[in-house]
């Protein structure tokens, strides 16, 4: 079955450094997204994707944060300068059309220090 | 009120037993709904799609009411395997794509 895949698993990196996120959609799918989990809290949505241009974003996702699909296969997540309360799992999701289901990568754990 | 609510539980029941989670939202124009279910620091996994007319997948059942704003899912003969968090999850269509709404899960816990 084609699923969603996430690297790296897990990232460690200093406050104030730049991370990326990596995805790779399921292929036929046409909706990407990305969303967040602190430890012990909810899934939280983040950004939504769709035709080269981001949908929509939560409040969460300020001007640090910023998406992009640089080819036909992968989907990143970038935060420019992390803080400490930016820890936490990160999850990329994608879906053949809006209203179907969408399907998640295994995540990212993002631990600042 | 919280967008999406659920009673966080945690349901500890016995194998074999039957066990229903409920769960409301508050965004009367949401669009679909789904269970997910969440193993400890793992990814959301797709359960099952929720309609009004009521859908079952083998020892599940999930129920809509638009009405009240209510979603129920059912789980028959509980095994071991089905210990995890279940999360309800709400689909709010916004402009060209959607965004997941989840409730915080619900706690089930099956013990021998």
């Known amino acids: 079955e084609p699923e969603v895949t996430q690297t790296p698993s897990h990232q460690v990196t200093q406050m104030g450094q730049e991370v990326i996120l990596r995805c790779v959609p399921i292929?036929?799918?046409?909706?990407f997204y990305w969303y967040r989990q602190i430890l012990g809290q909810k899934v939280e949505f983040l950004v939504s994707f769709y035709n080269n241009e981001i949908s929509e974003k939560s409040e969460i996702f300020d001007d640090q944060f910023s998406v992009e699909r640089p080819d036909g296969s992968n989907f990143t997540l970038k935060i420019r300068s992390t803080k400490l309360e930016d820890s936490a799992m990160y999850f990329c999701?994608?879906?053949?059309?809006?209203?179907?289901?969408?399907?998640f990568g295994d995540g990212t754990r993002l631990s600042i220090l | 009120r919280k967008e999406v609510e659920q009673d966080p539980g945690p349901f500890n029941v016995p194998e074999g037993a039957t066990v229903a989670f409920n769960c409301t939202y508050s965004n009367s124009a949401s669009q679909s709904f789904f269970w997910y279910r969440q193993d400890c620091r793992k990814e959301p996994k797709l359960l099952m799609s929720?309609?009004?007319s009521g859908n079952e997948d083998g020892r599940f059942t999930a129920q809509l009411n638009r009405a009240s704003q209510y979603i129920s899912l059912l789980i028959r003969d509980s095994k071991l395997s089905d210990s995890a968090t279940y999360l309800c999850?709400?689909?709010?269509?916004?402009?060209?794509?959607?965004?997941?709404?989840f409730g915080t899960g619900t706690r089930l816990q099956v013990t021998l």
């Open positions: 929720v309609y009004s």
């Open positions: 999701a994608s879906s053949v059309s809006r209203d179907q289901p969408q399907h």
């Open positions: 292929s036929n799918h046409l909706y």
């Open positions: 999850v709400v689909n709010g269509r916004t402009g060209t794509a959607s965004k997941l709404t």
